[in-house]
């Protein structure tokens, strides 16, 4: 029989109906499926659905994963089936992947990630300078928890603020967070006492910077599909951006306006980017009416998904240990000779080359998947880690932070798509931000111990034994990575497609 509307008409509106077959379930999630009329059976609008009454014909491809569904009710004359509009791939869900507002949205995804990751990840220069001038008197775990604080708050924020980005509350909380990350940074200058960076450079920098990654990386997902690792990667390459040109300014401004004027500059180039980012950054999809709160039970049945939750483990360790090069390289390259002038720049030198790491990773992902490209690039990020304190060279130094970053990059720019791809095919968008938040809660927590852990390792231990640590969490958390993949191919092994276990796409 051809896919018709039935000749029953509702009861309340007189309008003809059609039920549909259920999408089908994602890799990462074991939800349930609708029942699936007998085919040739005549369906009503006898229970309480939705009535659709814009009908249209449009040809369906292979490719469009709908022409598959409907091959249950078979076909209609000419090969055009009449399908409800709002099943159409033209419809307003498919990501355009593509066009000027999609584009300007990552320039202005970029710009958000400037002035806040990049920010965030210059802290190394502020690490080395208030060791030797401001803060002398504290020691470098003390100081470190400044950092710590922030790149915690850059991911901690995430479960709260992604439930509001669900809930459809966008510019009123991106504008303030822009505001008081702007008033923070030309407080930096007024502080004398320890007391007072922590809570102008730890708590409100770090607080406001956590309320741009989740929605930002969620706006991504409702523009871009095919493309998306490379939107995400050109995203994360702002924040590569801003962590090589923040510490340079910082290092040559110092010597010539001093610190003060140095970072209300950096205030103001970031009330630029901000400004730029307010202004092009636009959600597609108007948010799904939902009479729950910010906080409830719900929140948690993601980790009702094994292969969600254990990637979530994995997040946390590599954590503990992922930031550590990026806040003591600075201060520990003069103990093997590496001049002070020099020193400041081997954060600018590690964000540079992260940059074309996370460019060169979207792109990769695109191809082969996320978790392909995660894994390896990871697990080299954690030797290099271990490697870092037995160099003994300028140039040892220069390449081994020059490594580090081309091969962290890819993890900054791609944590987030498996949990973008865990969702219902027409499901994602209503849950991405609480998915996205309690990934970055993870994030958070191995985020604000990781450096801390690693000062009082070198405090007690040295700098070798600092980084044998930080580099084992790592690969730790490489290792746990790889569980979530075998989750899905076996999942995908189940349903039929025979994949292979290392060249799949994951």
Not at 59 to 76: F, N, P, Q, T, V
Not at 84 to 111: H, K, R, T
Not at 351 to 364: D, E, M, P, Q
Not at 486 to 498: D, H, N, T
Request: some cysteine; aromatic content about 12%; proline content about 6%.
């Amino acid at each position: 029989m051809s896919l018709r509307p039935s000749s029953t008409t509702s009861r309340n509106s007189g309008v003809r109906s059609v039920a549909l077959p259920p999408s089908p379930s994602s890799e990462f999630h074991n939800n349930s499926t609708n029942d699936v009329p007998e085919k040739g059976s005549e369906i009503t609008n006898d229970k309480e659905v939705p009535v659709v009454t814009d009908y249209k014909p449009v040809e369906l491809s292979e490719d469009d994963g709908i022409a598959e569904r409907m091959d249950h009710y078979g076909k209609a004359e000419g090969d055009v089936r009449a399908v409800p509009a709002v099943i159409s791939p033209q419809n307003d869900l498919e990501p355009p992947d593509g066009g000027l507002q999609a584009w300007l949205v990552v320039f202005g995804a970029m710009c958000s990630t400037f002035t806040t990751f990049g920010y965030v990840n210059a802290w190394g220069v502020f690490q080395e300078y208030y060791q030797r001038n401001i803060l002398s008197h504290s020691s470098p775990s003390d100081i470190a928890w400044i950092g710590s604080i922030q790149y915690a708050l850059v991911f901690l924020p995430g479960l709260p603020v992604g439930r509001l980005f669900d809930l459809g509350y966008f510019r009123s909380v991106f504008i303030p967070a822009s505001a008081l990350l702007i008033l923070a940074t030309f407080l930096i200058p007024e502080c004398k006492e320890y007391w007072q960076f922590l809570l102008c450079q730890g708590f409100a920098t770090g607080l406001a910077c956590g309320t741009f990654f989740g929605p930002v990386t969620a706006i991504l997902a409702m523009w871009f599909k095919k493309r998306r690792g490379f939107a995400l990667g050109l995203f994360a390459t702002g924040s590569s951006i801003g962590g090589t040109v923040i510490p340079i300014v910082v290092r040559s401004l110092i010597p010539k306006v001093g610190f003060a004027w140095a970072v209300r500059i950096v205030g103001f180039i970031l009330f630029a980017g901000l400004t730029a980012a307010n202004l092009t950054l636009k959600r597609r999809i108007p948010p799904v009416p939902s009479s729950e709160g910010v906080f409830n039970l719900r929140m948690f049945k993601q980790f009702r998904s094994p292969a969600f939750t254990v990637y979530c483990v994995s997040t946390f360790f590599v954590y503990l240990g992922f930031y550590t090069l990026l806040t003591y390289v600075s201060a520990t390259a003069t103990s093997i000779g590496v001049s002070e002038s020099f020193s400041f720049y081997l954060v600018s030198i590690a964000n540079a080359s992260g940059g074309l790491g996370r460019i060169g990773a979207g792109l990769f992902a695109d191809k082969f998947g996320a978790m392909n490209v995660l894994i390896p690039f990871t697990a080299l990020t954690g030797v290099m880690t271990c490697v870092w304190p037995f160099t003994r060279s300028t140039s040892g130094l220069i390449a081994v932070t020059v490594i580090y970053g081309f091969s962290s990059g890819p993890y900054g720019s791609l944590v987030s798509v498996p949990v973008i791809e865990t969702g219902e095919p027409g499901d994602t968008n209503r849950d991405l931000g609480r998915r996205i938040g309690l990934l970055m809660t993870f994030l958070a927590s191995g985020g604000l111990l990781g450096p801390p852990i690693s000062g009082l390792i070198f405090r007690s231990r040295g700098i070798e034994a600092m980084g044998i640590y930080a580099g084992c969490m790592i690969i730790l958390g490489v290792v746990i990575m790889c569980i979530p993949r075998f989750l899905v191919l076996s999942a995908r092994r189940k349903r039929g497609r025979m994949t292979g276990w290392i060249l799949s796409k994951v």
